[in-house]
């Protein structure tokens, strides 16, 4: 008898320029450079490989926010950035394992040039890329791609749904086999294994098929993050990994049981879908160690950045005019990043958080999980997310680069390692291989078989 495969949890490094933490370039060993380093970069990419994580995640967002006062923009951190598919392409050269998630959204790109860029990625990288599609939150992106306004929520959805149709049809352009390269005979393809994809919807018109051939894991990863209630039914369509953000357990248990409930709808199982939730550790030898750390960053933040940073991750404008010490007002449903309004603003609830209380508990999770203490500790927390049905891995969010991820490296991962919850080798050389996913089957040839066995 086979013995059944341990379920083990996946990790990705979840890295912002310089760090998570809205202070984090001002620690005095952080990397300060925020996104003009490509050194700094390696070093991350190269640490998280050691950790033996599944994959390195960027967010995106493409505008400079020029919101709120001048003083308040000067002393923000996170302002420049390189642009994910270009780092990533580059950080594929220097890494052999790692998996490498990109944001790219469907709002403002078009779906060939989208796929084209992720399928190159993926054979750079020999099978190592995953797509993080988004719908766009930053309401100021608009203004760089041709607009006045953000398309409303559900339009974006909307074209998000068409738009991820199209780039998986494009994927599935060439069987694995269409390449045949015989000098001899002097042909170089088989066209009947080369698919046109035809496509003319509401938003897109594609004739295809796609100019790169398929990688060694079939097609990239696809990833979603977006939690309302849309949010939740494209997860459930599309997502191999969905990407969200939680405060406490019962938050991440009630979204992980129901994106699970929604895949039968989709056609779809539980085995193909991993919940990553995010995960913000502050890790130290003793519990009190971890607090002062934690309290050190938090000493680093600036009012006008603490209250920028809150009105970017709620959608909103115009804090700075409330009272810091008085309670959190409600506020309509934003345009911008939904979900993460709701769960911030229930946060403040919850916990009877002033305004600027809220500020400090945003500064570094930003909605995600926190945890401080010994790596006994956070493995405790991340073993029962993982166990208790809330969880099937994380995306952990070091505070500053690198010495938070570092220290999860060095002294979380041991632990967890030695639970048997986490690999101490990776399995396979492709990201999906790594993530215990399917390889999919291209949809030309799942036909012939079908028609094969008719
Ligand atoms: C965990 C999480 C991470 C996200 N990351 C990004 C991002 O990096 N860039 C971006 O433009 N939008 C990002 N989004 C925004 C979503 O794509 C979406 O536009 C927004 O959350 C509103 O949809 P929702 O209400 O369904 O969550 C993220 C959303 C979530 C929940």
Same mark, same amino acid.
């Given at each position: 008898m086979v013995a059944p495969v341990k379920r083990m949890m996946h990790l @990705?490094?979840?890295?912002?320029?310089? $760090?998570?933490?809205?202070a984090a370039w001002r620690h005095p060993d952080a990397h300060y450079e925020s996104g003009t380093s490509f050194a700094d970069m390696v070093e991350v990419a190269q640490l998280a490989e050691?950790?033996?994580?599944?994959?390195?995640?960027l967010a995106d967002t493409a505008a400079v926010n020029l919101e709120g006062s001048a003083d308040a923009r000067g002393r923000m951190g996170k302002v420049v950035k390189f642009e994910p598919m270009t780092i990533l392409s580059a950080l594929a050269? +220097?890494? &052999?394992?790692? @998996?490498? +998630?990109?944001?790219? &959204? &469907?709002?403002? #790109?078009?779906?060939?040039?989208?796929?084209?860029?992720?399928?190159?990625?993926?054979?750079?990288? @020999?099978?190592?890329?995953?797509?993080?599609?988004? &719908?766009?939150? #930053?309401?100021?992106?608009?203004? #760089? !791609?041709?607009?006045? /306004?953000?398309?409303?929520?559900?339009?974006? !959805?909307?074209?998000?749904?068409?738009?991820?149709? *199209? *780039?998986?049809?494009?994927?599935? /352009?060439?069987?694995?086999?269409?390449?045949?390269?015989?000098?001899?005979? =002097?042909?170089? !393809?088989?066209?009947?294994?080369? %698919?046109?994809? #035809? %496509?003319? =919807?509401?938003?897109?018109?594609?004739?295809g098929p796609l100019n790169v051939a398929p990688s060694p894991q079939g097609r990239p990863v696809l990833v979603q993050a977006g939690a309302s209630g849309t949010g939740r039914d494209v997860a459930a369509r599309l997502a191999e990994i969905v990407f969200t953000a939680q405060t406490v357990f019962e938050q991440g248990k009630e979204f992980y049981s129901d994106v699970m409930a929604r895949l039968p709808r989709f056609g779809r199982t539980p085995d193909e879908?991993?919940?990553?939730?995010?995960? !913000?550790?502050? +890790?130290?030898p003793t519990a009190s160690e971890a607090q002062e750390k934690y309290d050190y960053l938090q000493s680093?933040?600036?009012?006008?950045?603490?209250?920028?940073?809150?009105?970017?991750?709620i959608g909103v404008h115009d804090l700075d005019r409330l009272p810091l010490d008085g309670p959190v007002p409600d506020m309509p449903d934003t345009n911008g990043p939904l979900s993460r309004q709701r769960l911030l603003l229930e946060q403040a609830k919850r916990d009877k958080l002033t305004l600027w209380e809220l500020c400090l508990a945003n500064a570094g999770p930003r909605g995600h +999980?926190?945890?401080?203490?010994?790596?006994?500790?956070?493995?405790?927390?991340?073993? %029962?997310?993982?166990?208790? $049905?809330?969880?099937? $891995?994380?995306?952990?969010?070091p505070a500053w680069l690198p010495g938070s991820l570092k220290d999860f490296v060095e002294t979380v991962i041991p632990e967890l390692q030695h639970r048997g919850l986490f690999r101490k080798e990776y399995e396979g050389m492709t990201l999906r291989e790594n993530l215990g996913l399917p390889k999919p089957i291209n949809r030309h040839h799942l036909e012939r078989l079908a028609g094969a066995a008719q």
């Amino acid at each position: 008898m086979v013995a059944p495969v341990k379920r083990m949890m996946h990790l @990705g490094a979840f890295v912002h320029e310089t $760090g998570q933490h809205v202070a984090a370039w001002r620690h005095p060993d952080a990397h300060y450079e925020s996104g003009t380093s490509f050194a700094d970069m390696v070093e991350v990419a190269q640490l998280a490989e050691r950790g033996k994580f599944d994959f390195l995640f960027l967010a995106d967002t493409a505008a400079v926010n020029l919101e709120g006062s001048a003083d308040a923009r000067g002393r923000m951190g996170k302002v420049v950035k390189f642009e994910p598919m270009t780092i990533l392409s580059a950080l594929a050269a +220097v890494t &052999t394992r790692l @998996g490498f +998630v990109a944001t790219s &959204t &469907t709002t403002f #790109n078009e779906p060939y040039t989208l796929a084209r860029q992720f399928a190159s990625l993926d054979a750079i990288s @020999g099978g190592r890329s995953a797509w993080n599609l988004v &719908t766009s939150n #930053n309401e100021q992106d608009a203004l #760089n !791609y041709s607009r006045d /306004s953000h398309m409303s929520h559900a339009d974006r !959805y909307e074209r998000a749904i068409e738009f991820a149709e *199209v *780039v998986l049809g494009l994927w599935d /352009s060439w069987d694995e086999d269409a390449f045949i390269r015989d000098k001899e005979s =002097g042909v170089f !393809y088989d066209p009947s294994k080369m %698919h046109v994809l #035809n %496509h003319k =919807g509401k938003h897109f018109q594609v004739r295809g098929p796609l100019n790169v051939a398929p990688s060694p894991q079939g097609r990239p990863v696809l990833v979603q993050a977006g939690a309302s209630g849309t949010g939740r039914d494209v997860a459930a369509r599309l997502a191999e990994i969905v990407f969200t953000a939680q405060t406490v357990f019962e938050q991440g248990k009630e979204f992980y049981s129901d994106v699970m409930a929604r895949l039968p709808r989709f056609g779809r199982t539980p085995d193909e879908v991993k919940v990553m939730p995010g995960f !913000y550790p502050v +890790v130290a030898p003793t519990a009190s160690e971890a607090q002062e750390k934690y309290d050190y960053l938090q000493s680093l933040i600036q009012v006008p950045v603490g209250l920028s940073v809150l009105e970017h991750t709620i959608g909103v404008h115009d804090l700075d005019r409330l009272p810091l010490d008085g309670p959190v007002p409600d506020m309509p449903d934003t345009n911008g990043p939904l979900s993460r309004q709701r769960l911030l603003l229930e946060q403040a609830k919850r916990d009877k958080l002033t305004l600027w209380e809220l500020c400090l508990a945003n500064a570094g999770p930003r909605g995600h +999980v926190l945890s401080i203490g010994t790596p006994k500790q956070v493995a405790d927390e991340m073993e %029962h997310w993982f166990r208790d $049905g809330a969880a099937d $891995g994380f995306n952990v969010m070091p505070a500053w680069l690198p010495g938070s991820l570092k220290d999860f490296v060095e002294t979380v991962i041991p632990e967890l390692q030695h639970r048997g919850l986490f690999r101490k080798e990776y399995e396979g050389m492709t990201l999906r291989e790594n993530l215990g996913l399917p390889k999919p089957i291209n949809r030309h040839h799942l036909e012939r078989l079908a028609g094969a066995a008719q």
